[in-house]
Nanobody, 124 residues
Framework: QVQLVESGGGSVQAGGSLRLSCAGS????????LGWFRQAPGKEREFVAA????????YYADSVKGRFTVSRDNAENTVYLHMNSLRPDDTAVYYC?????????????????WGQGTQVTVSS
């Protein structure tokens, strides 16, 4: 089992940057594909980015492509989401998630463990 704890959220003006971190517990953390999702008020949860267990492949939602970068440090059991050129519509609670699946997926039901989330607020 994996426990995930996000940090790094906060308030920033449009055009600014934030780096989210997600620390995982457990000896098998490095074997999981990892993802970031977000949920804005009144909206459904949506996929943001994902990275394979070894970090060799990444995938991004079109809305964040070119602005966000996902990375991981398996030695530190941590996955990161670097967010640049933030916009007000990036405002949401951001969640990290871990998947035991072999293939990198973007659907929420493909992930087995979830963190509690961290709030990101972007003002115009």
């Amino acid at each position: 089992q994996v426990q995930l704890v996000e940090s790094g959220g906060g308030s920033v003006q449009a055009g600014g940057s934030l780096r989210l971190s997600c620390a995982g517990s457990g000896r098998t953390f490095s074997s999981y594909n990892l993802g970031w999702f977000r949920q804005a008020p009144g909206k459904e949860r949506e996929f943001v980015a994902a990275i394979t267990w070894i970090g060799s492949n990444t995938y991004y939602a079109d809305s964040v492509k070119g602005r966000f970068t996902v990375s991981r440090d398996n030695a530190e059991n941590t996955v990161y989401l670097h967010m640049n050129s933030l916009r007000p519509d990036d405002t949401a609670v951001y969640y990290c998630a871990a998947s035991r699946g072999v293939l990198l997926v973007t659907r929420g039901d493909g992930f087995d463990y979830w963190g509690q989330g961290t709030q990101v607020t972007v003002s115009s």
